[in-house]
């Protein structure tokens, strides 16, 4: 079957993907999004949507992707479910994409704009996962407002986990912070910031054994790596924060990236090491990692497209 001929294809479907596929759909670019395994993204998984400008009363995650997704649709941008499986970028100015999309149908791509986020590690024990929702979360900015005044855990030792228990620390009764090693993996800056708490406790040598409670996090049983020793306290929020993965395993060898997989993009742009591929969202980002930052860089890389494909129609005409 003859490969199909596009001029901007959008992989992945969270706010930097759908706010690409708002701007590229009125440039009239005719974008072809591909939604990926967890159409909406990770916010999906989110309940309350408090943070994102325009919503007072704030809105639920899926419901918001809902919206964007509408809104892209309404300029004309063509929503479809499937996943990329392989892409082929070109090396050229004005050369053409392919990709693969669901292992069987080829697509020819003036511009690509990469969307597909990043996914939280969690610790992978049965009671964390049985609690996602219900006191567990990986996002202290977007879920840490429901613990107001109340006492909660965040596990990890990196700046992610230091940045988060400070945040935690402003809003919550009590902080106790997890780190599995015997020292902060964080900057000095953020240990500072963690050790001129009061109200947070860091626990170094100290792993989350089992979270308890039935429907919601009630409290957490943890374990000292060192001594075995076993110690319960009462909390009602745990919120992980050991890192994220960039979902850029299909573009590797193809794209620059950083050494735990993040697209490196330049300067300021979202121009990758490949003329008219395209990088937005959580995908090239691990500091700000929010909804708005990510539907910031997904409208810069819609823009950085139709700059980009006006530039080679000129080369072309001259
Ligand atoms: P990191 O990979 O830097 O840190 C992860 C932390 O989680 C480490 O302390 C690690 O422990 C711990 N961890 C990993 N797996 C487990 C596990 N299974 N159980 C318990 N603990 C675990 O991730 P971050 O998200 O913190 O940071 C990612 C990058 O983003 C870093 O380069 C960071 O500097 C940067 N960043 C910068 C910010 C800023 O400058 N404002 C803000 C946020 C992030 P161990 O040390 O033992 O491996």
Redesign the pocket.
């Known amino acids: 079957m003859a490969a199909e001929q596009i001029k901007c294809l959008i992989i992945g479907s969270g706010p930097a993907g759908y706010t690409a596929a708002i701007y590229a759909a009125r440039a009239d670019l005719k974008p072809v999004m591909y939604t990926g395994l967890e159409p909406g993204g990770q916010l999906t998984t989110t309940t309350e949507v408090d943070n994102f400008p325009g919503y007072p009363d704030g809105i639920d995650g899926p419901s918001m992707m809902v919206q964007l997704q509408q809104q892209a649709e309404r300029f004309g941008t063509e929503v479809r479910i499937g996943m990329v499986t392989s892409v082929d970028f070109s090396d050229k100015v004005g050369g053409i994409h392919k990709v693969t999309v669901d292992n069987n149908k080829e697509i020819e791509a003036e511009t690509v704009i990469i969307s597909t986020g990043a996914t939280a ?1 969690y ?1 992978g024990l049965p009671s964390e996962q049985k609690l996602r929702g219900g006191g567990v979360s990986a996002c202290a900015v977007c879920d840490g407002f429901f613990f107001k005044g109340q006492r909660v855990a965040i ?7 230091a ?1 988060e228990a400070t945040y935690l620390a402003n809003i919550c009764e009590h902080v106790t912070m997890l ?3 015997d020292y902060l ?1 964080a ?1 000095k800056a953020m240990q500072h910031r963690v050790n001129s708490r009061e109200n947070l406790t860091v626990l170094y040598n100290t ?1 989350v054994d089992e979270v308890l409670g039935d429907q919601v996090v009630e409290g957490l049983r943890m374990l000292n790596n060192v001594t075995g020793e076993k110690q319960e306290i009462d909390i009602t929020g745990l919120f992980i ?4 993965k960039p979902n850029t395993d299909i573009f590797k060898g193809q794209l620059d990236m950083d050494s735990t997989g993040y697209v490196i993009t330049e300067n300021k742009s979202t121009k990758t090491n490949k003329p008219g591929v395209f990088a937005s969202g959580d995908v090239q980002d ?2 700000y990692r929010q909804a708005i930052t990510a539907a910031g860089t997904g409208c810069m890389a819609a823009l950085d497209a139709e700059r980009y494909l006006a530039t080679v129609e000129t080369e072309v005409e001259a």
């Open positions: 590690k610790l596990v990890g030792g990196g700046d992610t986990a940045e780190v599995r090693k993996r900057s792993e924060a050991i890192g994220h691990k500091e």
